[in-house]
C-alpha cells in the first residue's frame, strides 16, 4: 500500500527584538514609507546577540512536537540558509537541544526554497519507511547576514522559525502533503549569493571583497523571475492533485514581497482575501516563512479541517517548489 504523509503538528516562535521600520529609517537612507510601499512590510524581529538558528528552529520544533502531542520523533530536517556553523549541519545541535540525540538529522539549503525542499524530503523519508514521523523545521537568523550599508536588503528580512511534524499514513484526505514540484537554475547563482566563505572564494586565494561576506540579491530581477517560477510550480503542483484554482481555499506562499503575493494570486486567479500575508508584521524570513505564515493562521483560527492549502516559494539558487496540504483536524492546539 502507497504510504502518505500527514501534518500532525504544527509550531512557530520569533525572537524577542521586534524592530520597526522607522528604526531601519534612523540608521540607513531609507524611509517606513518606501519599504512599506515598496514590499509590505512595517516591522520585522531579530534575534538578540547569542541567539542563533538552532536556538529559533528548537523553540519553533518543540511547539510542534506539542502540537502534535509528540514528545519523540523519528527525524529532523532543518531547512536554512543561517547555519549556526559553515560546518557541520545545525539540525542534529536543534534534535541534541530537543532530547533527541540519536535521531537522523540534516539540513536543507535552498535558501527561501528551503521548507518546500525539506517538506518533500520528509514526505521521502515516510514513504520510504525510513520513519514514521519527521519534525520539518524552517529556521533563520537572517540578520547574521545582512549588509548594514545594503538598504536594499537590509530592509527586508527577519528572524524567526517555523516547524510542522508529519507522521505516515496511507491515505489522501484531510491532513495529506504533496504530491511537490521542485526546480532549480544554477546559471542564476549571483542573483541571490554570498559570495565569500565558501570553497570558490577560498581556493581563489584571495581575501573576500568587501562587502562579499554579506548576502546580496538583485531584487528587480527576483522579482520578476519570483512570479514566473512560483506561478509555473503552483500550476504543475494543481495539475498533479487535479485541483483548480477555485478549489483553493488559501494560497499560503513564501513571504518575499506583498507586491509578489498579490501579482502570483492574480496570474493564478485566486482572490486575494484567500492569500496568506504575514510579511507585513514578519519581513521575508527566508526558509521560516511559510510555516510561520502558516502556523499564525492556525492560531488565529483561520483554517477549518478539509481547507486546501497551495505552498509554493522560490529563493537562491536559483530554486524553486510547490506543494499542496489538505488542513488536518488538529487535536492539540
Ligand atoms: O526571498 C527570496 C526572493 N526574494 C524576492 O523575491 C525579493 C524580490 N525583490 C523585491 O522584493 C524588490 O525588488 C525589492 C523590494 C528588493 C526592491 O523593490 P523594487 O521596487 O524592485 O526597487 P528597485 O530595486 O528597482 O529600486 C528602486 C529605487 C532605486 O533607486 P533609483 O535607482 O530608482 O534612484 C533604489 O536605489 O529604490 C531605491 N531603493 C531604496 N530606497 C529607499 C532600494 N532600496 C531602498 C530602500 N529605501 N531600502
Not at 18 to 42: C, F, H, K, Y
Not at 107 to 126: E, H, I, P, R
Not at 232 to 258: I, K, P, T
Amino acid at each position: 500500500m502507497t504510504r502518505s504523509a500527514h501534518l500532525a503538528g504544527i509550531g512557530s516562535f520569533l525572537p524577542s527584538c521586534r524592530v520597526p521600520n522607522a528604526q531601519l529609517a534612523a540608521r540607513m537612507d531609507t524611509s517606513d514609507e518606501w519599504i512599506r510601499t515598496r514590499t509590505g512590510i512595517r516591522q520585522r524581529y531579530f534575534a538578540e546577540p547569542g541567539t542563533t538558528t538552532s536556538d529559533l528552529a528548537a523553540e519553533a520544533g518543540a511547539r510542534a512536537m506539542k502540537s502534535a502531542g509528540l514528545a519523540e520523533v523519528g527525524a529532523v530536517v532543518l531547512a536554512t540558509t543561517t547555519p549556526d556553523r559553515p560546518c557541520p549541519a545545525t539540525a542534529p545541535v536543534v534534535a541534541a537541544k530537543l532530547g533527541l540525540a540519536g535521531c537522523p538529522a540534516f539540513d536543507v539549503q535552498a535558501v527561501c526554497t528551503g521548507f518546500v525542499y525539506a517538506l518533500a524530503t520528509a514526505c521521502g523519508l515516510l514513504a520510504m519507511g525510513c520513519v514514521d514521523t519527521v519534525l520539518v523545521i524552517g529556521a533563520e537568523t537572517f540578520s547574521t547576514i545582512l549588509n548594514p550599508a545594503d538598504r536594499a536588503t537590509s530592509v527586508i528580512f527577519g528572524d524567526g522559525a517555523g516547524a510542522m511534524v508529519l507522521r505516515s499514513g496511507h491515505t489522501a484526505g484531510n491532513g495529506a502533503v504533496g504530491p511537490f514540484d521542485l526546480g532549480s537554475d544554477g546559471t542564476g547563482r549571483d542573483l541571490i549569493t554570498v559570495r565569500a566563505g565558501g570553497a570558490e572564494q577560498r581556493r581563489s586565494g584571495l581575501a573576500p571583497a568587501p562587502g562579499d561576506e554579506y548576502f546580496s540579491m538583485a531584487g528587480r530581477e527576483v522579482f520578476r523571475q519570483a512570479v514566473e517560477h512560483m506561478a509555473q510550480s503552483a500550476r504543475a503542483v494543481l495539475g498533479h492533485v487535479g485541483w483548480q484554482a477555485g478549489d483553493v481555499d488559501w494560497l499560503a506562499c513564501h513571504q518575499a514581497n506583498l507586491r509578489i503575493l498579490v501579482r502570483l494570486a492574480d496570474v493564478l486567479g485566486i482572490p486575494e482575501a484567500r492569500v496568506l500575508a504575514n510579511i507585513a508584521e514578519v519581513g521575508n524570513t527566508s526558509a521560516a516563512s511559510i510555516p510561520l505564515a502558516i502556523d499564525q493562521a492556525y492560531q488565529a483560527g483561520r483554517f477549518k479541517a478539509g481547507d486546501r492549502l497551495l505552498l509554493s516559494a522560490f529563493g537562491g539558487g536559483l530554486t524553486w517548489g510547490s506543494t499542496v496540504l489538505t488542513w488536518p483536524d488538529l487535536t492539540h492546539p
